[in-house]
């Protein structure tokens, strides 16, 4: 702990030069460069990232996103580290402690802060950027004399990064921050879209869509919650064993079957399941989960990320009965939610290990993009720096 507030003491106030992962253009392999990263200002503190991992969202910004005004950008988002100073007005941090870097962010005070029925904050990054871009206007990263962006507001390819203290949750110091780093979006993101926004019951049948990491954390959700039958649907059919370690009865591949996929899952379940989840971010692929599900009472939630195409169905559908609904974060307030799954974590109530499958350094970043590109990882972490 000397050595960590002597290293505090020499670099607070100042710019710190270190390296980060940039894109500088979409499509294009991230490259590592020396950045700038200026102290933080009035509630902002800064972080020494530790760990981060690579999330679908952040390959959904460089290869899909295709508007210019979101670069150059550093991407990452789920990630743990250590803050190393903070900035006028922050009270609730000091240096040293540990901490998850947020997207959703829970300033506390706001009406939707103030609402048990929203995770949303008005005083997040979304509220002060551009959608488009994916990133607020302002960002504390520089490189070759160039503003960086910061992605959902974090930006945690880089060894250190600056954010607002509404969009940070203090976690315990015990907490292994290259395994817990995955609650700063997929775990929770899938588990509280579970039990959180769907409010799966006991007894009931439910259907996920898509296995990565969000699904898989949904499957997990779904069996906290008491589900009798969770249908775990994927057109890799390698994630059939995987899918089972998180508590799926059942595996469906769409790819083997000539009929669509939801009457697949209305055979098998007498009519349809209670409650489906589409975590692919796949506009026909949130239809079909719609249509997967009972009428009468069946809810479906939409998970995956896309901002760029429209989503459709017949109003039948919905007048049958059938709710659609969307979760961001897992309906989690962002503070609150990731210290409590932390939490669990720690008393071995969750399952956050089992979603590892590879471990690789921040100069392997182009290899973990395409480890998930191909569907060869769940998650893989990227260790940036030591604690």
């Known amino acids: 702990m000397v050595t ?46 530790v760990a981060t991992a690579v999330c679908h969202s952040d390959l959904y910004q460089l290869f899909e996103n ?33 901490v998850i870097p947020l997207f959703i962010s829970q300033c506390r005070e706001c009406r939707f802060c103030k609402s048990p029925k929203t995770n949303q904050c008005d005083k997040g990054w979304a509220n002060a950027g551009r959608h488009n871009a994916m990133a607020p206007l302002e960002s504390r990263l520089t490189c070759k004399g160039k503003k960086v962006l910061q992605f959902l507001g974090t930006g945690t390819f880089s060894e250190y990064t600056v954010v607002n203290q509404v969009a940070v949750a ?12 995955l609650t700063g979006c997929g775990i929770c993101t899938g588990y509280g879209a579970a039990v959180n926004t769907a409010k799966v019951e006991p007894g009931s ?46 595996f469906v591949n769409p790819k083997d079957h000539s009929k669509p996929i939801s009457q697949v899952l209305s055979e098998m379940t007498d009519g349809g399941v209670d409650f489906s989840l589409e975590c692919v ?40 009965g059938r709710t659609w609904k969307g979760s961001a974060f ?20 969750l399952k956050v290990d089992e979603f590892i499958t590879h471990n690789m350094t921040l100069d392997q970043v182009n290899d973990a993009i395409e480890l998930m590109k191909e569907g060869k990882c769940i998650r893989t972490v990227l260790n940036v720096s030591p604690k």
């Open 4 to 49: 960590c507030l002597s290293a505090t003491m020499a670099t607070a106030g100042k710019v710190i030069r270190c390296k980060a992962a940039v894109a500088w253009k979409s499509n294009k392999p991230l490259v590592i460069e020396d950045i700038e990263v200026a102290p933080p200002q009035a509630n902002e503190v800064r972080i020494k990232i």
């Open 281 to 320: 971010g796949n506009v026909g692929v949130m239809r079909s989960a719609l249509e997967s599900c009972v009428k009468g009472w069946g809810v479906s939630v939409i998970v995956g990320l896309n901002n760029i195409e429209d989503i459709s169905a017949r109003p039948l559908m919905l007048i049958a």
């Open 170 to 181: 203090k976690i315990d110091p015990a907490a292994p921050l290259d395994k817990v780093c």
């Open 205 to 250: 049948t439910c259907a996920v869509f898509g296995l990565g990491a969000v699904g898989l954390a949904a499957v997990m959700g779904c069996q906290a919650a008491g589900a009798k039958r969770i249908i775990a649907v994927d057109i890799n059919p390698e994630k059939a064993e995987k899918a089972k370690v998180f508590g799926a009865t059942d």
């Open 330 to 349: 897992g309906g989690f307030k962002g503070k609150d939610g990731v210290e409590k799954m932390v939490e669990a974590y720690m008393d071995k109530k």
């Open 66 to 98: 295709k508007h210019e005004d979101g670069f150059p950008i550093v991407l990452g988002h789920e990630a743990a580290g250590i803050i190393e100073s903070v900035g006028s007005g922050v009270t609730e941090y000091r240096p040293g402690d540990h």
